[in-house]
């Protein structure tokens, strides 16, 4: 049928997109919420429920693709989010997948290839000819993570306070960050303790440092460029750890807001030998192509075009 709609959910760390599309690709509403990581934000099936909600009456809604942090990855877990998109849709075709996949799925429009992903948190994802998927990284902030916004942001406070006690040079960080959290430099460790001790979402909000790294990198601090450095070194790590899964040839791209630094993704670039291939669709559009998948729509280039197109602005690359 010509009305027929789908939905996705991108979730993250840091943030979740739920969107609608037609047959034509065009994305008909959205919505944005906070992170729905189960494995860091207590509250993350609540705020998933809140923003799922708006769209349970839709009538023409005909199949559902949620990309959810963790799933897959803790069984217990991975059930309470199957169950929580059976309950909101219990009529409609559905499909829980882990959402790096989701992100895959969009950037190569189901094709093989190499996903790296720093968003919050860090992972790579690579699909080969046969079709067969395989992952490394994503182990969480305690365990892993390296080269992701998390990582980046933790890096940053610590050479800031070794550079305040003279444990390294001084950084153009130190001042940016006290401007950013309106922290008195006369006295930081009660201005940068009081901070930390009352964070919402410690994550998160340690994440969106690595934006702030990016600024002072981009004229020319050294420590900050360092610390982009040293976490492309990691995401290489990541790269080469799953290479082996795909022909010697195979494209790689991103996915991630930490890769909205240009000075990051050129240093990783560098490290992989190549350029990475634009990313044909953001991660809310790898979840709209899952739940297109289910009703078997014939895609041609236009669908793919109107959903890159209509999805830009409504918050797909966050960190």
Same mark, same amino acid.
């Not at 950013?180 to 964070?199: K, T, V």
């Not at 050294?222 to 982009?228: I, K």
């Not at 790269?239 to 909205?260: E, L, P």
């Given at each position: 049928?010509?009305?027929?709609?789908?939905?996705?959910?991108?979730?993250?760390?840091? @943030?979740?997109?739920?969107?609608?599309?037609?047959? *034509?690709?065009?994305?008909?509403?959205?919505?944005?919420?906070?992170?729905?990581?189960?494995?860091?934000?207590?509250?993350?099936?609540?705020?998933?429920?809140?923003?799922?909600?708006?769209?349970?009456?839709? *009538?023409?809604?005909?199949?559902?693709? =949620?990309?959810?942090?963790?799933?897959?990855?803790?069984?217990?877990?991975?059930?309470?989010?199957?169950?929580?998109?059976?309950?909101?849709?219990?009529?409609?075709?559905?499909?829980?997948?882990?959402?790096?996949?989701?992100?895959?799925?969009?950037?190569?429009?189901?094709?093989? !290839?190499?996903?790296?992903?720093?968003? *919050?948190?860090?992972?790579?994802? %690579? #699909?080969?000819?046969?079709? @067969?998927?395989e #992952?490394?990284? !994503?182990?969480?902030?305690?365990?892993?993570?390296?080269?992701?916004?998390?990582?980046?942001?933790?890096?940053?406070?610590?050479?800031v306070?070794q550079?305040?006690? !003279?444990?390294?040079? %001084? *950084?153009?960080?130190?001042?940016?960050?006290?401007?950013r959290?309106?922290?008195?430099?006369?006295?930081?460790?009660?201005?940068?303790?009081?901070?930390?001790?009352?964070?919402?979402?410690?994550?998160?909000?340690?994440?969106?440092?690595?934006?702030?790294?990016?600024?002072?990198?981009?004229?020319?601090?050294?420590?900050?460029?360092?610390?982009?450095?040293?976490?492309?070194?990691?995401?290489?790590?990541h790269?080469?750890?799953?290479?082996?899964?795909? #022909?010697?040839? %195979?494209?790689?791209?991103?996915?991630?807001?930490?890769f909205?630094?240009?000075?990051?993704?050129? =240093?990783?670039?560098r490290?992989?030998?190549?350029?990475?291939?634009?990313? @044909?669709?953001?991660?809310?559009?790898? %979840?709209?192509?899952?739940?297109?998948?289910?009703?078997?729509?014939?895609?041609?280039?236009?669908?793919?075009?109107?959903?890159?197109?209509?999805?830009?602005?409504? !918050?797909?690359?966050?960190?």
């Amino acid at each position: 049928m010509s009305d027929e709609l789908v939905l996705g959910i991108d979730g993250g760390g840091s @943030k979740v997109v739920v969107a609608v599309a037609d047959r *034509t690709g065009h994305i008909l509403r959205s919505s944005r919420g906070r992170g729905v990581n189960p494995m860091d934000n207590p509250n993350w099936l609540e705020e998933l429920e809140r923003h799922l909600l708006p769209f349970r009456d839709e *009538t023409k809604l005909m199949a559902v693709a =949620a990309g959810l942090p963790a799933y897959g990855e803790v069984a217990r877990l991975s059930a309470l989010q199957r169950d929580a998109i059976q309950r909101a849709f219990p009529n409609v075709r559905h499909e829980v997948l882990n959402d790096v996949d989701a992100a895959h799925l969009g950037a190569f429009a189901g094709k093989p !290839g190499i996903l790296v992903l720093s968003g *919050t948190g860090s992972m790579a994802w %690579a #699909r080969n000819e046969a079709g @067969k998927s395989e #992952r490394t990284g !994503g182990w969480g902030d305690l365990i892993g993570d390296e080269g992701s916004s998390h990582w980046i942001g933790q890096r940053a406070l610590n050479l800031v306070s070794q550079s305040l006690d !003279g444990r390294a040079p %001084a *950084t153009a960080l130190a001042a940016a960050l006290f401007d950013r959290l309106r922290i008195d430099p006369a006295d930081p460790m009660n201005g940068l303790g009081a901070w930390a001790s009352s964070l919402e979402n410690p994550r998160a909000e340690i994440a969106a440092i690595s934006a702030l790294v990016d600024r002072v990198a981009s004229g020319g601090d050294e420590g900050a460029v360092s610390l982009l450095e040293q976490a492309a070194d990691e995401l290489s790590k990541h790269h080469h750890a799953i290479s082996r899964h795909c #022909r010697a040839d %195979a494209d790689w791209t991103y996915a991630g807001g930490t890769f909205s630094s240009r000075l990051l993704l050129e =240093a990783l670039g560098r490290r992989i030998g190549k350029a990475p291939a634009p990313p @044909k669709l953001p991660p809310i559009g790898g %979840a709209l192509l899952a739940a297109a998948q289910l009703l078997d729509w014939p895609l041609d280039e236009g669908w793919f075009w109107q959903i890159a197109a209509t999805a830009q602005g409504i !918050g797909t690359h966050a960190v």
